[in-house]
Protein backbone atom coordinates (compact mmCIF):
# COMPACT_ATOMS: atom_id res chain seq x y z
CA UNK A 1 0.00 0.00 0.00
CA UNK A 2 2.59 2.57 0.77
CA UNK A 3 4.26 2.04 -2.50
CA UNK A 4 1.36 2.86 -3.91
CA UNK A 5 0.80 5.99 -2.17
CA UNK A 6 4.65 6.91 -3.04
CA UNK A 7 4.18 6.16 -7.32
CA UNK A 8 1.19 9.36 -7.52
CA UNK A 9 3.86 11.47 -5.29
CA UNK A 10 6.74 11.45 -7.61
CA UNK A 11 4.07 11.40 -10.54
CA UNK A 12 2.76 14.47 -9.69
CA UNK A 13 6.46 16.58 -8.59
CA UNK A 14 7.93 15.43 -11.91
CA UNK A 15 4.79 17.12 -13.40
CA UNK A 16 5.00 20.31 -11.65
CA UNK A 17 9.19 20.32 -11.83
CA UNK A 18 8.68 20.25 -15.38
CA UNK A 19 6.12 23.55 -16.01
CA UNK A 20 8.46 25.35 -14.28
CA UNK A 21 11.20 24.03 -16.18
CA UNK A 22 9.28 25.34 -19.12
CA UNK A 23 8.02 29.23 -17.62
CA UNK A 24 11.74 29.70 -16.08
CA UNK A 25 14.68 28.62 -18.70
CA UNK A 26 17.31 29.13 -16.22
CA UNK A 27 16.02 26.49 -14.22
CA UNK A 28 15.75 24.04 -17.64
CA UNK A 29 19.44 24.98 -18.02
CA UNK A 30 20.49 23.79 -14.70
CA UNK A 31 18.66 20.50 -15.55
CA UNK A 32 20.22 19.96 -18.15
CA UNK A 33 23.94 20.31 -16.54
CA UNK A 34 22.46 18.01 -13.82
CA UNK A 35 21.83 15.58 -16.48
CA UNK A 36 24.75 15.40 -18.48
CA UNK A 37 27.22 12.68 -16.47
CA UNK A 38 29.77 13.74 -15.08
CA UNK A 39 33.48 12.67 -16.57
CA UNK A 40 36.33 12.01 -14.16
CA UNK A 41 38.87 13.83 -14.18
CA UNK A 42 41.13 10.57 -15.15
CA UNK A 43 39.15 10.88 -18.30
CA UNK A 44 37.61 7.52 -17.63
CA UNK A 45 33.39 7.78 -17.92
CA UNK A 46 31.15 5.89 -15.93
CA UNK A 47 33.69 5.51 -13.00
CA UNK A 48 31.65 5.07 -9.45
CA UNK A 49 32.26 8.24 -7.40
CA UNK A 50 32.49 7.36 -3.60
CA UNK A 51 29.86 9.26 -1.36
CA UNK A 52 29.52 9.19 2.14
CA UNK A 53 26.37 9.10 4.04
CA UNK A 54 25.20 11.06 7.05
CA UNK A 55 26.89 8.85 9.85
CA UNK A 56 30.51 8.62 8.18
CA UNK A 57 30.72 12.74 8.01
CA UNK A 58 29.63 12.76 12.05
CA UNK A 59 32.45 9.79 12.61
CA UNK A 60 34.82 11.83 10.15
CA UNK A 61 34.07 15.63 12.12
CA UNK A 62 33.10 14.14 15.53
CA UNK A 63 35.39 13.67 18.69
CA UNK A 64 37.65 10.74 18.50
CA UNK A 65 36.34 8.14 20.44
CA UNK A 66 39.89 6.17 21.39
CA UNK A 67 41.07 10.02 22.80
CA UNK A 68 41.20 9.91 26.27
CA UNK A 69 41.25 13.30 27.51
CA UNK A 70 42.88 12.04 30.75
CA UNK A 71 45.01 9.79 29.73
CA UNK A 72 46.85 12.40 27.78
CA UNK A 73 47.14 15.18 30.48
CA UNK A 74 48.32 12.44 32.79
CA UNK A 75 51.37 11.60 29.55
CA UNK A 76 51.88 15.41 29.45
CA UNK A 77 52.67 16.46 33.19
CA UNK A 78 54.43 13.20 33.14
CA UNK A 79 56.74 14.92 30.41
CA UNK A 80 56.98 17.57 32.36
CA UNK A 81 58.23 15.79 35.73
CA UNK A 82 60.64 14.08 33.24
CA UNK A 83 61.74 17.26 32.12
CA UNK A 84 62.26 18.73 35.52
CA UNK A 85 64.40 15.81 36.49
CA UNK A 86 66.39 16.51 33.72
CA UNK A 87 67.08 20.02 34.72
CA UNK A 88 68.44 18.93 38.05
CA UNK A 89 70.49 16.58 36.85
CA UNK A 90 71.95 18.69 33.88
CA UNK A 91 72.32 21.54 36.60
CA UNK A 92 74.30 19.59 38.85
CA UNK A 93 76.48 18.14 36.91
CA UNK A 94 76.85 21.33 35.09
CA UNK A 95 78.45 23.14 38.47
CA UNK A 96 80.28 19.95 39.21
CA UNK A 97 82.46 20.15 36.03
CA UNK A 98 82.82 24.03 36.21
CA UNK A 99 83.90 24.03 39.98
CA UNK A 100 85.88 21.00 38.89
CA UNK A 101 87.74 22.59 36.46
CA UNK A 102 88.23 25.93 38.08
CA UNK A 103 89.75 24.56 41.34
CA UNK A 104 91.94 21.93 39.53
CA UNK A 105 93.82 24.65 37.07
CA UNK A 106 93.85 26.96 40.13
CA UNK A 107 96.02 24.29 41.73
CA UNK A 108 97.89 23.03 39.23
CA UNK A 109 98.95 26.84 38.26
CA UNK A 110 99.59 27.34 41.94
CA UNK A 111 102.08 24.31 42.41
CA UNK A 112 103.66 24.94 38.84
CA UNK A 113 104.35 28.38 39.43
CA UNK A 114 105.27 27.22 43.01
CA UNK A 115 108.84 25.92 41.64
CA UNK A 116 111.46 28.31 41.61
CA UNK A 117 113.33 26.66 38.83
CA UNK A 118 109.77 26.36 36.39
CA UNK A 119 109.36 30.33 37.06
CA UNK A 120 113.22 30.86 35.99
CA UNK A 121 113.44 29.06 33.25
CA UNK A 122 109.66 29.33 31.57
CA UNK A 123 108.88 33.14 32.79
CA UNK A 124 112.35 34.68 33.46
CA UNK A 125 112.04 38.09 35.48
CA UNK A 126 107.82 38.32 34.55
CA UNK A 127 107.21 37.78 38.23
CA UNK A 128 104.91 34.63 38.58
CA UNK A 129 104.52 34.74 42.72
CA UNK A 130 103.31 38.32 42.68
CA UNK A 131 100.82 37.91 39.62
CA UNK A 132 99.55 34.93 41.62
CA UNK A 133 99.03 36.97 44.81
CA UNK A 134 97.12 39.53 42.94
CA UNK A 135 95.38 36.77 41.42
CA UNK A 136 94.23 35.21 44.46
CA UNK A 137 93.23 38.85 45.83
CA UNK A 138 91.12 39.22 42.65
CA UNK A 139 89.07 35.94 43.12
CA UNK A 140 88.56 36.70 47.10
CA UNK A 141 88.31 40.27 47.32
CA UNK A 142 85.82 40.83 44.92
CA UNK A 143 82.90 38.52 46.12
CA UNK A 144 82.34 41.25 48.69
CA UNK A 145 80.49 43.40 46.98
CA UNK A 146 78.53 40.66 45.29
CA UNK A 147 75.52 41.15 47.37
CA UNK A 148 75.12 44.81 45.59
CA UNK A 149 74.50 43.50 42.05
CA UNK A 150 73.90 39.77 42.25
CA UNK A 151 69.48 39.94 42.78
CA UNK A 152 70.03 42.74 40.10
CA UNK A 153 71.58 40.65 37.79
CA UNK A 154 69.36 37.52 38.15
CA UNK A 155 66.71 39.23 37.98
CA UNK A 156 67.78 40.84 34.41
CA UNK A 157 68.99 38.03 32.87
CA UNK A 158 66.90 35.36 34.19
CA UNK A 159 67.89 32.51 36.81
CA UNK A 160 69.52 30.40 33.72
CA UNK A 161 71.18 32.71 31.85
CA UNK A 162 72.80 34.11 35.03
CA UNK A 163 73.91 30.19 35.00
CA UNK A 164 75.43 30.40 31.63
CA UNK A 165 76.67 33.47 32.11
CA UNK A 166 78.74 32.84 35.14
CA UNK A 167 79.84 29.62 34.18
CA UNK A 168 81.15 31.15 30.96
CA UNK A 169 82.87 33.34 32.56
CA UNK A 170 84.95 30.48 34.71
CA UNK A 171 85.55 29.03 31.02
CA UNK A 172 86.95 32.61 30.42
CA UNK A 173 89.55 32.17 33.18
CA UNK A 174 90.49 28.51 32.30
CA UNK A 175 91.00 29.86 28.54
CA UNK A 176 93.69 32.89 29.59
CA UNK A 177 96.16 30.33 31.07
CA UNK A 178 97.16 29.61 27.14
CA UNK A 179 99.06 33.15 27.85
CA UNK A 180 100.06 33.40 30.91
CA UNK A 181 100.20 36.98 32.01
CA UNK A 182 99.71 39.70 34.45
CA UNK A 183 96.77 41.14 31.75
CA UNK A 184 95.25 37.96 30.71
CA UNK A 185 95.46 36.21 34.94
CA UNK A 186 94.28 39.19 37.09
CA UNK A 187 91.23 40.50 35.06
CA UNK A 188 90.19 37.18 34.73
CA UNK A 189 90.54 36.14 38.45
CA UNK A 190 88.62 39.29 38.81
CA UNK A 191 86.16 38.35 36.84
CA UNK A 192 85.87 34.69 38.67
CA UNK A 193 85.34 37.17 41.91
CA UNK A 194 82.49 38.66 40.71
CA UNK A 195 81.08 35.88 39.06
CA UNK A 196 81.20 33.28 42.40
CA UNK A 197 77.96 34.71 44.36
CA UNK A 198 75.75 34.99 41.15
CA UNK A 199 76.10 31.52 39.99
CA UNK A 200 76.12 29.76 43.38
CA UNK A 201 72.98 31.92 44.31
CA UNK A 202 71.10 31.13 40.67
CA UNK A 203 72.05 27.29 41.40
CA UNK A 204 70.41 27.21 44.67
CA UNK A 205 67.51 29.10 43.41
CA UNK A 206 67.09 26.98 40.28
CA UNK A 207 67.24 23.38 42.41
CA UNK A 208 64.45 25.27 45.09
CA UNK A 209 62.59 26.08 42.10
CA UNK A 210 62.55 22.87 40.38
CA UNK A 211 61.21 21.24 43.51
CA UNK A 212 58.20 23.60 43.28
CA UNK A 213 57.62 23.09 39.63
CA UNK A 214 57.44 19.17 40.00
CA UNK A 215 55.15 19.42 43.06
CA UNK A 216 52.77 21.29 40.70
CA UNK A 217 52.98 18.86 37.83
CA UNK A 218 52.72 16.11 40.20
CA UNK A 219 49.52 17.56 41.92
CA UNK A 220 48.24 19.16 38.73
CA UNK A 221 44.84 18.34 39.53
CA UNK A 222 44.82 20.46 42.79
CA UNK A 223 42.64 23.61 42.20
CA UNK A 224 45.87 25.95 43.78
CA UNK A 225 47.84 24.48 40.99
CA UNK A 226 45.64 24.95 38.43
CA UNK A 227 44.77 28.70 39.49
CA UNK A 228 48.41 29.22 39.90
CA UNK A 229 47.77 30.76 43.47
CA UNK A 230 50.21 29.70 46.53
CA UNK A 231 50.06 26.31 47.52
CA UNK A 232 49.84 25.00 51.31
CA UNK A 233 52.96 24.66 53.69
CA UNK A 234 55.64 22.70 53.68
CA UNK A 235 53.70 21.03 50.51
CA UNK A 236 56.97 21.01 48.28
CA UNK A 237 59.31 19.91 51.39
CA UNK A 238 60.22 16.53 50.30
CA UNK A 239 61.07 17.52 46.50
CA UNK A 240 63.20 20.24 47.76
CA UNK A 241 64.89 17.52 50.25
CA UNK A 242 65.28 15.12 47.42
CA UNK A 243 66.62 17.78 44.87
CA UNK A 244 69.31 19.49 47.06
CA UNK A 245 70.55 16.15 47.89
CA UNK A 246 70.84 15.45 44.08
CA UNK A 247 72.56 18.90 43.29
CA UNK A 248 75.07 18.46 46.27
CA UNK A 249 75.82 14.88 45.57
CA UNK A 250 77.13 15.96 42.55
CA UNK A 251 79.03 18.91 43.65
CA UNK A 252 81.34 17.23 46.11
CA UNK A 253 82.40 15.48 43.06
CA UNK A 254 83.89 18.52 42.10
CA UNK A 255 86.70 17.92 44.33
CA UNK A 256 87.39 14.58 42.69
CA UNK A 257 86.97 16.20 39.12
CA UNK A 258 89.69 18.81 40.24
CA UNK A 259 92.60 16.42 41.62
CA UNK A 260 92.32 14.93 38.03
CA UNK A 261 95.18 16.83 36.59
CA UNK A 262 97.35 16.28 39.91
CA UNK A 263 96.67 12.45 39.69
CA UNK A 264 97.41 11.93 36.10
CA UNK A 265 99.47 14.61 34.79
CA UNK A 266 101.18 16.72 37.55
CA UNK A 267 102.42 13.54 40.23
CA UNK A 268 104.50 12.32 37.16
CA UNK A 269 106.81 15.69 37.80
CA UNK A 270 106.73 16.04 41.47
CA UNK A 271 109.68 15.35 43.83
CA UNK A 272 109.46 12.43 46.45
CA UNK A 273 108.74 14.08 50.43
CA UNK A 274 112.13 13.35 51.02
CA UNK A 275 113.24 16.31 49.26
CA UNK A 276 110.14 18.68 49.57
CA UNK A 277 109.63 17.86 53.06
CA UNK A 278 113.58 18.22 54.06
CA UNK A 279 114.00 20.97 56.24
CA UNK A 280 110.01 21.20 57.29
CA UNK A 281 109.98 20.81 61.13
CA UNK A 282 106.65 21.55 62.28
CA UNK A 283 103.28 20.31 60.77
CA UNK A 284 99.78 20.21 62.37
CA UNK A 285 98.49 22.40 65.52
CA UNK A 286 102.35 23.41 65.61
CA UNK A 287 102.21 24.65 62.07
CA UNK A 288 102.74 28.17 60.81
CA UNK A 289 101.08 29.40 57.72
CA UNK A 290 100.73 26.32 54.93
CA UNK A 291 103.61 24.48 55.29
CA UNK A 292 106.63 26.21 56.90
CA UNK A 293 109.96 26.00 55.29
CA UNK A 294 108.57 23.89 52.30
CA UNK A 295 111.33 23.30 49.49
CA UNK A 296 110.55 25.90 46.74
CA UNK A 297 111.94 23.36 44.21
CA UNK A 298 109.01 20.83 43.74
CA UNK A 299 109.56 19.50 40.26
CA UNK A 300 111.75 17.01 39.23
CA UNK A 301 111.81 18.04 35.52
CA UNK A 302 109.71 20.11 34.00
CA UNK A 303 106.42 19.27 31.79
CA UNK A 304 106.84 20.06 28.03
CA UNK A 305 104.86 22.92 27.38
CA UNK A 306 102.57 21.04 24.73
CA UNK A 307 101.64 18.44 27.52
CA UNK A 308 100.59 21.42 29.40
CA UNK A 309 98.60 22.74 26.74
CA UNK A 310 97.14 19.44 26.17
CA UNK A 311 95.72 19.45 29.91
CA UNK A 312 94.25 22.68 29.68
CA UNK A 313 92.65 22.08 26.50
CA UNK A 314 90.79 18.91 28.09
CA UNK A 315 89.89 21.71 30.66
CA UNK A 316 88.81 23.95 28.41
CA UNK A 317 87.01 21.52 27.11
CA UNK A 318 85.04 20.02 30.30
CA UNK A 319 84.34 23.87 30.87
CA UNK A 320 82.67 24.32 27.25
CA UNK A 321 80.49 20.90 27.81
CA UNK A 322 79.05 22.90 30.83
CA UNK A 323 78.56 25.84 29.29
CA UNK A 324 76.49 23.66 26.63
CA UNK A 325 74.73 21.20 29.27
CA UNK A 326 73.26 24.81 30.66
CA UNK A 327 72.55 26.16 27.34
CA UNK A 328 70.35 23.23 25.29
CA UNK A 329 69.41 20.79 28.18
CA UNK A 330 68.44 23.28 31.17
CA UNK A 331 64.81 24.80 31.03
CA UNK A 332 63.67 27.93 32.31
CA UNK A 333 63.07 28.10 35.84
CA UNK A 334 60.40 30.57 35.74
CA UNK A 335 57.64 31.47 32.76
CA UNK A 336 58.53 34.15 30.59
CA UNK A 337 55.16 36.46 32.31
CA UNK A 338 56.72 35.42 35.75
CA UNK A 339 60.00 36.67 34.82
CA UNK A 340 58.42 39.85 33.50
CA UNK A 341 56.37 40.35 37.01
CA UNK A 342 59.90 39.04 39.00
CA UNK A 343 61.65 42.31 37.32
CA UNK A 344 58.76 45.07 36.90
CA UNK A 345 58.78 45.31 41.32
CA UNK A 346 61.49 48.13 40.43
CA UNK A 347 65.18 47.96 40.23
CA UNK A 348 65.70 50.14 43.60
CA UNK A 349 63.11 47.35 45.09
CA UNK A 350 65.63 44.74 43.92
CA UNK A 351 68.12 46.13 44.92
CA UNK A 352 67.05 46.85 48.70
CA UNK A 353 65.30 43.61 49.08
CA UNK A 354 68.27 41.74 50.02
CA UNK A 355 68.90 43.56 52.50
CA UNK A 356 65.67 43.89 53.79
CA UNK A 357 65.44 40.49 54.40
CA UNK A 358 68.08 40.42 57.01
CA UNK A 359 65.17 41.55 59.34
CA UNK A 360 63.69 38.36 59.28
CA UNK A 361 65.27 36.74 62.76
CA UNK A 362 65.72 33.17 60.52
CA UNK A 363 67.93 34.40 58.39
CA UNK A 364 69.61 36.31 61.19
CA UNK A 365 70.76 33.53 62.97
CA UNK A 366 71.68 31.36 60.43
CA UNK A 367 74.49 33.53 59.09
CA UNK A 368 77.16 32.18 61.59
CA UNK A 369 76.16 28.89 60.17
CA UNK A 370 76.62 30.08 56.50
CA UNK A 371 80.07 31.64 57.92
CA UNK A 372 81.55 28.49 59.26
CA UNK A 373 80.11 26.28 56.57
CA UNK A 374 82.51 28.41 54.40
CA UNK A 375 85.28 28.29 56.66
CA UNK A 376 85.37 24.17 56.78
CA UNK A 377 85.03 23.74 53.11
CA UNK A 378 88.18 25.77 52.53
CA UNK A 379 89.99 24.72 55.42
CA UNK A 380 89.70 20.99 54.59
CA UNK A 381 91.18 21.69 51.48
CA UNK A 382 93.95 24.09 52.48
CA UNK A 383 94.53 23.72 55.97
CA UNK A 384 94.30 20.41 56.62
CA UNK A 385 95.75 19.03 53.28
CA UNK A 386 98.39 20.66 53.71
CA UNK A 387 99.38 21.79 57.29
CA UNK A 388 98.50 17.78 58.19
CA UNK A 389 98.45 16.23 55.05
CA UNK A 390 100.92 17.31 52.85
CA UNK A 391 103.82 18.09 55.44
CA UNK A 392 103.34 14.51 57.12
CA UNK A 393 102.65 12.10 54.07
CA UNK A 394 104.27 14.40 50.98
CA UNK A 395 102.69 16.38 48.02
CA UNK A 396 102.26 14.06 45.89
CA UNK A 397 99.57 12.28 48.18
CA UNK A 398 97.51 15.80 47.96
CA UNK A 399 95.57 14.43 45.45
CA UNK A 400 94.14 11.70 46.67
CA UNK A 401 93.41 13.48 50.21
CA UNK A 402 90.89 15.58 48.48
CA UNK A 403 89.62 12.42 46.48
CA UNK A 404 88.50 11.10 49.34
CA UNK A 405 87.33 14.00 51.20
CA UNK A 406 85.06 14.58 47.71
CA UNK A 407 84.20 10.68 47.74
CA UNK A 408 83.10 11.08 51.65
CA UNK A 409 81.06 14.29 51.01
CA UNK A 410 79.44 13.24 47.67
CA UNK A 411 78.13 9.45 49.14
CA UNK A 412 76.85 11.08 52.28
CA UNK A 413 75.09 13.77 50.96
CA UNK A 414 72.22 11.27 50.68
CA UNK A 415 72.62 11.16 54.52
CA UNK A 416 70.23 14.56 53.74
CA UNK A 417 67.80 12.34 52.92
CA UNK A 418 67.00 11.51 56.46
CA UNK A 419 64.93 14.94 56.94
CA UNK A 420 62.00 13.02 55.25
CA UNK A 421 61.49 11.25 58.35
CA UNK A 422 63.41 13.11 61.25
CA UNK A 423 63.11 16.38 62.20
CA UNK A 424 65.12 19.14 60.01
CA UNK A 425 67.74 19.93 62.47
CA UNK A 426 68.88 16.62 63.23
CA UNK A 427 71.12 15.79 60.06
CA UNK A 428 72.66 19.53 60.59
CA UNK A 429 73.49 19.34 63.80
CA UNK A 430 74.75 15.96 63.71
CA UNK A 431 77.18 17.38 60.80
CA UNK A 432 78.47 20.45 62.97
CA UNK A 433 78.75 17.69 66.42
CA UNK A 434 81.01 15.60 64.13
CA UNK A 435 83.39 18.45 62.87
CA UNK A 436 83.33 19.76 66.93
CA UNK A 437 84.69 16.48 67.61
CA UNK A 438 87.32 16.58 64.92
CA UNK A 439 88.64 20.57 65.82
CA UNK A 440 89.10 19.08 69.33
CA UNK A 441 91.25 16.66 67.60
CA UNK A 442 92.95 18.32 65.68
CA UNK A 443 94.40 20.79 68.48
CA UNK A 444 95.81 18.35 70.36
CA UNK A 445 97.46 16.46 67.36
CA UNK A 446 100.77 17.37 65.45
CA UNK A 447 101.91 14.31 63.32
CA UNK A 448 106.02 14.55 62.55
CA UNK A 449 106.91 15.84 59.16
CA UNK A 450 107.69 13.26 56.19
CA UNK A 451 105.94 10.38 58.55
CA UNK A 452 104.22 7.72 56.40
CA UNK A 453 102.62 6.16 59.38
CA UNK A 454 100.59 8.97 59.94
CA UNK A 455 98.29 8.15 56.68
CA UNK A 456 95.90 6.31 57.82
CA UNK A 457 94.70 8.48 60.08
CA UNK A 458 94.95 11.63 57.46
CA UNK A 459 92.27 9.61 55.31
CA UNK A 460 90.06 9.04 58.16
CA UNK A 461 90.05 12.46 59.42
CA UNK A 462 89.55 13.64 55.55
CA UNK A 463 86.36 11.05 55.37
CA UNK A 464 85.05 11.93 58.53
CA UNK A 465 85.52 15.77 57.71
CA UNK A 466 83.95 15.22 54.25
CA UNK A 467 80.69 13.64 56.21
CA UNK A 468 80.02 16.86 58.43
CA UNK A 469 80.33 19.07 54.90
CA UNK A 470 78.02 16.87 53.28
CA UNK A 471 75.77 17.40 56.01
CA UNK A 472 76.07 20.73 56.19
CA UNK A 473 75.88 21.91 52.86
CA UNK A 474 73.04 20.58 52.41
CA UNK A 475 71.49 20.66 55.03
CA UNK A 476 71.31 24.26 55.42
CA UNK A 477 70.13 24.93 51.38
CA UNK A 478 67.38 22.63 52.38
CA UNK A 479 66.72 24.75 55.40
CA UNK A 480 66.19 27.94 52.98
CA UNK A 481 64.61 26.30 50.29
CA UNK A 482 61.76 25.22 53.56
CA UNK A 483 61.58 29.03 55.04
CA UNK A 484 61.05 30.92 51.55
CA UNK A 485 58.81 29.08 49.90
CA UNK A 486 57.70 31.93 48.05
CA UNK A 487 59.35 32.06 44.43
CA UNK A 488 59.73 36.25 44.40
CA UNK A 489 62.28 35.84 47.42
CA UNK A 490 64.25 33.02 46.74
CA UNK A 491 66.89 34.69 44.72
CA UNK A 492 67.64 36.90 47.80
CA UNK A 493 67.65 34.62 50.05
CA UNK A 494 70.48 32.40 48.47
CA UNK A 495 72.17 35.76 47.22
CA UNK A 496 72.40 36.26 51.22
CA UNK A 497 73.48 32.84 52.03
CA UNK A 498 76.47 32.86 49.42
CA UNK A 499 77.54 36.50 50.17
CA UNK A 500 78.31 35.01 53.42
CA UNK A 501 79.88 32.56 52.33
CA UNK A 502 82.38 34.18 50.44
CA UNK A 503 83.10 36.77 53.28
CA UNK A 504 83.91 33.57 55.08
CA UNK A 505 86.56 32.59 51.93
CA UNK A 506 87.85 36.11 52.33
CA UNK A 507 89.01 35.40 56.18
CA UNK A 508 90.47 32.93 54.99
CA UNK A 509 92.54 33.92 52.46
CA UNK A 510 93.37 36.63 55.48
CA UNK A 511 94.71 34.03 57.77
CA UNK A 512 96.23 32.35 55.37
CA UNK A 513 100.20 33.27 57.12
CA UNK A 514 98.59 32.54 61.20
CA UNK A 515 99.33 30.05 63.24
CA UNK A 516 97.10 27.10 63.06
CA UNK A 517 95.84 26.82 66.29
CA UNK A 518 94.88 30.31 65.51
CA UNK A 519 92.58 29.07 62.68
CA UNK A 520 90.99 25.91 64.62
CA UNK A 521 90.06 28.59 67.25
CA UNK A 522 88.65 30.66 64.76
CA UNK A 523 86.76 28.04 63.91
CA UNK A 524 85.90 26.84 66.89
CA UNK A 525 84.46 29.73 68.06
CA UNK A 526 82.39 30.44 64.80
CA UNK A 527 81.13 26.35 65.12
CA UNK A 528 79.89 27.44 68.96
CA UNK A 529 78.16 30.44 67.65
CA UNK A 530 76.15 28.69 64.70
CA UNK A 531 74.94 26.23 67.30
CA UNK A 532 73.43 28.40 70.24
CA UNK A 533 72.17 31.06 66.97
CA UNK A 534 70.47 27.86 65.19
CA UNK A 535 69.29 26.53 68.28
CA UNK A 536 67.85 29.73 69.49
CA UNK A 537 65.95 30.01 66.02
CA UNK A 538 64.50 26.97 65.97
CA UNK A 539 63.39 27.59 70.06
CA UNK A 540 61.83 30.93 69.03
CA UNK A 541 60.19 29.07 65.96
CA UNK A 542 58.94 26.29 68.63
CA UNK A 543 57.38 29.01 70.72
CA UNK A 544 55.61 30.73 67.75
CA UNK A 545 57.64 33.91 67.61
CA UNK A 546 56.71 35.93 64.62
CA UNK A 547 59.37 37.18 62.40
CA UNK A 548 59.45 39.62 59.65
CA UNK A 549 59.66 39.66 55.89
CA UNK A 550 59.43 42.89 53.70
CA UNK A 551 56.55 42.82 51.31
CA UNK A 552 57.43 42.18 47.99
CA UNK A 553 55.94 45.13 45.79
CA UNK A 554 53.31 44.02 42.92
CA UNK A 555 54.35 44.76 39.56
CA UNK A 556 54.28 48.17 38.13
CA UNK A 557 54.25 47.28 34.27
CA UNK A 558 55.04 49.97 32.31
CA UNK A 559 54.14 48.31 28.90
CA UNK A 560 50.34 48.07 28.07
CA UNK A 561 49.84 45.21 26.37
CA UNK A 562 47.25 42.27 25.31
CA UNK A 563 48.21 40.66 28.95
CA UNK A 564 47.59 44.11 31.13
CA UNK A 565 44.33 45.04 29.04
CA UNK A 566 42.63 45.00 32.14
CA UNK A 567 44.14 44.96 35.41
CA UNK A 568 41.80 42.25 37.02
CA UNK A 569 42.66 39.83 34.55
CA UNK A 570 46.02 40.25 34.25
CA UNK A 571 48.20 36.59 33.35
CA UNK A 572 50.42 37.69 36.18
CA UNK A 573 50.34 33.69 38.09
CA UNK A 574 48.29 35.17 40.57
CA UNK A 575 51.01 38.21 41.89
CA UNK A 576 48.72 40.76 41.72
CA UNK A 577 46.58 38.65 44.17
CA UNK A 578 48.86 37.06 46.06
CA UNK A 579 49.97 39.39 48.65
CA UNK A 580 45.90 39.51 49.73
CA UNK A 581 45.37 35.98 49.89
CA UNK A 582 48.61 35.70 52.02
CA UNK A 583 47.57 38.42 54.65
CA UNK A 584 44.01 36.82 54.92
CA UNK A 585 45.84 33.13 55.20
CA UNK A 586 48.20 34.79 57.86
CA UNK A 587 45.86 36.52 59.68
CA UNK A 588 43.49 33.89 60.13
CA UNK A 589 46.25 31.68 61.98
CA UNK A 590 46.71 34.34 64.50
CA UNK A 591 49.14 31.60 66.77
CA UNK A 592 50.88 30.32 63.83
CA UNK A 593 54.68 29.98 64.48
CA UNK A 594 55.72 31.40 61.61
CA UNK A 595 53.24 34.04 60.64
CA UNK A 596 54.40 37.34 59.01
CA UNK A 597 54.59 40.05 61.33
CA UNK A 598 54.85 42.47 58.58
CA UNK A 599 51.71 41.78 57.57
CA UNK A 600 50.17 42.43 60.69
CA UNK A 601 51.48 46.10 60.53
CA UNK A 602 50.58 46.35 56.58
CA UNK A 603 47.04 45.77 57.87
CA UNK A 604 47.33 48.55 60.64
CA UNK A 605 48.53 50.82 58.33
CA UNK A 606 45.98 50.19 55.65
CA UNK A 607 43.18 50.78 58.71
CA UNK A 608 44.76 53.97 59.97
CA UNK A 609 44.88 55.67 56.69
CA UNK A 610 40.82 54.80 56.10
CA UNK A 611 40.31 56.31 59.42
CA UNK A 612 42.40 59.42 57.95
CA UNK A 613 40.58 59.91 54.92
CA UNK A 614 37.05 59.44 56.95
CA UNK A 615 38.53 62.18 59.07
CA UNK A 616 39.68 64.54 56.51
CA UNK A 617 36.46 64.24 54.16
CA UNK A 618 34.18 64.85 57.73
CA UNK A 619 36.65 68.10 58.40
CA UNK A 620 36.47 69.18 54.70
CA UNK A 621 32.47 69.24 54.89
CA UNK A 622 32.22 70.61 58.23
CA UNK A 623 34.63 73.85 56.93
CA UNK A 624 32.46 73.76 53.86
CA UNK A 625 29.17 74.22 56.01
CA UNK A 626 30.81 76.96 58.58
CA UNK A 627 31.55 78.87 55.31
CA UNK A 628 28.10 78.94 53.61
CA UNK A 629 26.69 79.85 57.26
CA UNK A 630 29.15 82.77 57.34
CA UNK A 631 28.08 83.83 54.04
CA UNK A 632 24.27 83.20 54.54
CA UNK A 633 25.10 85.67 57.95
CA UNK A 634 26.76 88.18 55.29
CA UNK A 635 23.57 88.01 53.15
Not at 49 to 56: G, L, N, S, T, Y
Not at 233 to 240: F, H, L, M, N, R
Not at 289 to 296: Q, R, S
Request: with cysteine.
Amino acid sequence: MASGVIEPLEQYDSVIREDREENDPDLQFDSEIREEPEVPQNGLAGAAIPQMDEAQIDDFLGTNQDYNEEEEERKYFRRKRLAVIKNVFVASIGGMLTYGVYMGLLQMQLILHYDETYREVKYSNMGLQDIDNKMLMGINVTPIVGLLYTPVLIRFLGTKWMMFLAVGIYALFVSTNYWERYYTLVPSAVAIGMAIVPLWASMGNYITRMAQKYYEYVNYKEEHVQEQKKPPKGASYQYIIIFQTIFFFFFHLSFVCAEMPMVFFLNNYLYPSNHTLYNVKRCGTNGVGIIENLNKTVLQHLPRSMDLITVESVLMAAAFISMLLILILCGAAYRPTEEIDLRSIGWGNIFQLPFKHMRDYRLRHLVPMFIYSGFETLFACTGFALTYGVCSIGMENLGYIIIAFGLSASLFSCLSLTMLRVPRYAPLLAGVALQFVLIIALFAWAPPPNSGSQSKWIYVIAILWGIGTALNKTGISTLLGMFYENKERQDFVFTVYHWWQAMAIFVVYLWSSIMMKAKLSIMLVTLIASVISYIWMEWKLAHGVRYRIPKIPKPRHKVRGYRYLEDENSDESGSDSKDEDEEEEELRSGNDSETDESLCSDDSERKRKKKKKRRRKKKQENERNDDDDELLGDL
